[in-house]
C-alpha cells in the first residue's frame, strides 16, 4: 500500500508528486485544499518517500498502485492533481479509470513523448558515496557540480534522512531509477481518453507544455482547459503558490 499523508472532511482528492519527489512537497497545498473541504490524500508512489521500494516500475503499475489505492480507502469520484510524472500517473490512471474520477488537474506535463532529461540530476546523486558517511553539507558540495541550481539541490536534499545515527541515505529508489529512466517521458497512448472536465496548467517559463501540444491534448481530453501562469518555470506551485492554489480550487469547486 502507499504511503499517504490524509488531511481534511469531504470529497476526495488525491495529490501525486513528480519524479524525485513526495507527498511532503505539497503538504502545505493539503492543508489549504481541506480547509476548502476536501479530504486530501498526499501520496508517495512507489520508489519514493515514504512508500515501497520495487524493482518493478512503470505508469502502468503505478496506475494500478493508485486503483488499489482507492479501493483500501473506499474512495470513488475522487479528483486528482498530479504534478510532471505525477502528471502522466494521473493522466493513465484517469483514462484507465474514468468512472472512479470527477476531475483532473494536470500540472505542467502533456500526454506526449519527453526524451530523457534528468542526466545530470541522475549523475549527481549516483556521485554521491554514502560508505563514506557524508554529513548534509557534504552530499550538497557533491551534488553542486552537477547540479547548480540551489533550488533543484534543496528538492532533492529533501530525500535525505539518517537510517542510522551517521548513516544518511535517499529515501527514493535510484539503483532502479538508473534502470527504468526511459519509462519517465512514455507517451500516453493515442487510445487512452477522458470526456470529464481536465484542467492543464504551465508555466509560463516551462517547456513542457507547448502551443502546438494543444491539438494532442485535445484528442484525449476534449473536455480540457489550459491555464498558463505567468513568470513561473516547471515548478510552478512552488514558484507561485498563490495563484495555483487559486486557479485550481475554482476549478475544482
Known sequence: MLHSRIE?????????HGFLGMSDNWKSFGSLYAAEGFQV????????GKSF????FNYTIMANDILRYCQHYN??????????????????????????VEKLIV???GPKYYPPHHQDIL??????????????????????PFIPDFGTRQFLMKNLYWIEPGQLAFRF????????????????????????????IRGGNSKYILDSDVVNIKQHFPNFKLVTIPNVGHWLHAENPKLFFEETSRFLK
Do not use: C, Q, W
Not at 481534511?8 to 495529490?15: A, F, N, S
Not at 521500494?53 to 518493478?56: G, I, M, T
Open 107 to 109: 500540472a505542467d506535463i
Open 53 to 56: 521500494h520495487s524493482d518493478e
Open 173 to 200: 529508489n535510484l539503483p532502479v531509477f538508473n534502470t527504468k529512466i526511459e519509462t519517465i517521458g512514455e507517451a500516453l497512448s493515442s487510445e487512452n481518453h477522458f470526456d470529464k472536465p481536465t484542467m492543464f
Open 8 to 16: 481534511g472532511e469531504g470529497k476526495p482528492l488525491l495529490i501525486i
Open 123 to 144: 549523475a549527481g546523486l549516483n556521485a554521491v558515496d554514502f560508505t563514506s558517511k557524508p554529513d548534509r553539507t557534504m552530499v550538497e558540495e557533491t551534488l553542486y
Open 41 to 48: 490524500h498526499l501520496l508517495d508512489l512507489r520508489n519514493h
Open 75 to 100: 474512495l470513488s469520484n475522487v479528483s486528482i492533481i498530479g504534478h510532471s510524472m505525477g502528471g502522466k500517473v494521473a493522466m493513465l490512471f484517469a483514462t484507465t479509470y474514468p468512472e472512479m
